[in-house]
């Protein structure tokens, strides 16, 4: 098999955010391999297309191709839907697979997860390694989560594990995401339409999340637009998805004033209006990771179910507000806080984010 004839096959999985902090390792596969060589991503797809992040792996050179398997639920369904999977890889002949799923994957996944590539018979597997869970989850002297490595590094060192450089790609500091022309000219079209005060430094407030344990009462970044529009000195635009239009829609209403993008853009094209702004005030969620990968700085409202330092936003420049709460470290998924008035999010006061926006202000 020639150099030319080598197909390697990247295997990753997740929503938005987890997808951009795979970048800097799909950066690192791609200098890695010749030029020449096709690089596919195999990556599930999901029902809602806006969670579903095809083409934001496409925006550079990295990924050739997109081979996507729907998640399935039942015994029945997964195991249909592995054949088919099975059958797909075995006729593309596939000589590598890499492996940059969460680095909170167990070893029993991982081992499950190399053997099926095996049986695919894709011979050459890199990056399969679990890591220890008292590495990923190390605790505080009074038991409180404590900081761990950024995603974005713990794949990396998967690869750094099977001799891959990433070097370059460890600055976290660089931008990651470049949208394409198209979307960005679409998006400045948008832009120079509906400005009101075009020579305004634009910011975005992106009160939308996927996960519920997320949200931050959208009153008060209703509050945080009002004292910003009082500055006189910035534009306010809601960023989004579908799912956060109507929201938009109310908070321009309340501010007076401000720009609703919510729902009117592709992932890709929001993140062309993202890094448009001077900074963005957001969440533990899509649109926060899309501004971060362009080196947009941003205010970020993270609760404490996670170990901080995880999955917040790319790079050094953005101002993390966390409240900290004895039940941190819940890790909770795809469900509501099963305690009262979630603490950890309610307990950010308008007060302490307004803090840390005049510090994004002070930089402008």
């Known amino acids: 098999m020639t150099m030319g004839d080598q197909r390697v096959l990247v295997y990753q999985l997740g929503s938005i955010g987890d997808t951009v902090v795979s970048l800097p390792a799909l950066r690192a596969v791609r200098r890695h391999f010749d030029p020449i060589v096709h690089i596919a991503l195999l990556h599930e797809t999901r029902a809602n297309p806006e969670t579903t992040p095809r083409d934001l792996l496409w925006t550079g050179s990295e990924v050739g191709s997109f081979i996507g398997y729907p998640s399935q639920v039942g015994l029945m369904r997964k195991v249909s ?22 680095s909170q994957r167990s070893p029993a ?20 390694y679990a890591f220890d869970d008292a590495a990923l989850h190390p605790q505080e002297v009074d038991g409180h989560p404590a900081r761990v490595r950024h995603e974005a590094l713990w794949r990396l060192e998967r690869l750094r594990q099977d001799g891959i450089d990433v070097s370059v790609e460890s600055n976290l500091d660089r931008p990651f995401l470049v949208p394409p ?28 999340a996927k996960q519920p344990t997320n949200l931050w009462p959208l009153d008060r970044f209703e509050e945080i637009g009002r004292r910003l ?21 109310r908070m321009v209403e309340v501010w007076g004033t401000g720009l609703n993008a919510a729902g009117e853009f592709s992932v890709l094209g929001s993140a062309a209006l993202l890094g448009q702004c001077a900074f963005v005030i957001g969440l533990d969620t899509g649109t926060t990771h899309l501004a971060a990968a ?30 900290r709460v004895l039940c941190a470290g819940c890790r909770i998924e795809n469900a509501s806080c099963p305690v009262k008035d979630h603490p950890c999010m309610t307990g950010i006061t308008v007060d302490v984010v307004w803090q840390a926006v005049q510090q994004m202000l002070s930089r402008l």
């Not at 499950?112 to 399969?128: M, N, P, Q, S």
């Not at 979307?183 to 305004?200: F, M, S, T, V, Y």
């Not at 529009?229 to 829609?249: C, D, H, P, S």
């Not at 947009?296 to 409202?301: E, F």
């Open 81 to 102: 839907g592995a054949i088919s999977l099975w059958n797909c890889l075995r006729a593309q002949g596939f000589s590598a697979v890499i492996y940059l799923a969460p």
């Open 109 to 128: 996944q991982v081992l499950r997860d190399r053997e099926f590539f095996e049986v695919c018979g894709i011979r050459r597997r890199l990056a399969f």
């Open 181 to 208: 022309p198209h979307e960005l000219d679409n998006a400045l079209l948008w832009l120079g339409q509906c400005r009101h005060w075009p020579a305004r430094s634009l910011v975005a407030i992106c009160p939308g």
């Open 229 to 249: 529009l009082r500055q006189e000195a910035v534009e306010l635009i809601v960023v989004g998805g579908k799912a956060e239009r109507a929201i938009g829609a």
């Open 294 to 323: 362009q080196g947009i700085p941003c205010v970020a409202l993270y609760g404490e179910r996670e170990n901080p330092g995880r999955w917040e936003p790319l790079g050094q420049k953005h101002i993390v507000v966390r409240h």
